[in-house]
């Protein structure tokens, strides 16, 4: 089993900046491969962003691309997604969620995820 545990959302006026954590818990963190969602109200959960076993891929939204980044810090088992210029379509519940992976691949699937947080929510006002 592995925790997952986000945190950093806000209320936060557009062009603003947040930095989202999740932190992770109950196994060798360097064995997942890590993403970021979100799930807007009345809308389907949306990939945002992903990164790769050790940090080296990552691979993001075209809705979010030069924006938002994701790093993660395998010592501190924590990933994070700093997100800048943020606008009112951004305004949803970011979920971290992680997948065990024997290669340096990164997902962009939900549904290849085993592990999620429970969500922060982010609100953009314009």
């Known amino acids: 089993q592995v925790q997952l545990v986000e945190s950093g959302g806000g209320l936060v006026l557009a062009g603003g900046s947040l930095r989202l954590s999740c932190a992770a818990s109950?196994?060798?963190?360097?064995?997942?491969?890590m993403g970021w969602f979100r799930q807007a109200p009345e809308k389907e959960r949306e990939f945002v962003a992903a990164?790769?076993?050790?940090?080296?891929?990552?691979y993001y939204a075209d809705s979010v691309k030069g924006r938002f980044t994701i790093s993660r810090d395998n010592a501190k088992n924590a990933v994070y997604l700093q997100m800048n210029n943020l606008k009112p379509e951004d305004t949803a519940v970011y979920y971290c969620?992680?997948?065990?992976?024997?290669?340096?691949?990164?997902?962009?699937?939900?549904?290849?995820?085993?592990?999620w947080g429970q969500g922060t929510q982010v609100t953009v006002s314009s």
């Open positions: 990164i790769n076993r050790s940090g080296e891929l990552t």
């Open positions: 969620a992680a997948r065990r992976s024997a290669t340096g691949s990164y997902y962009t699937t939900a549904s290849l995820y085993d592990y």
């Open positions: 109950g196994r060798t963190f360097s064995n997942y491969a």
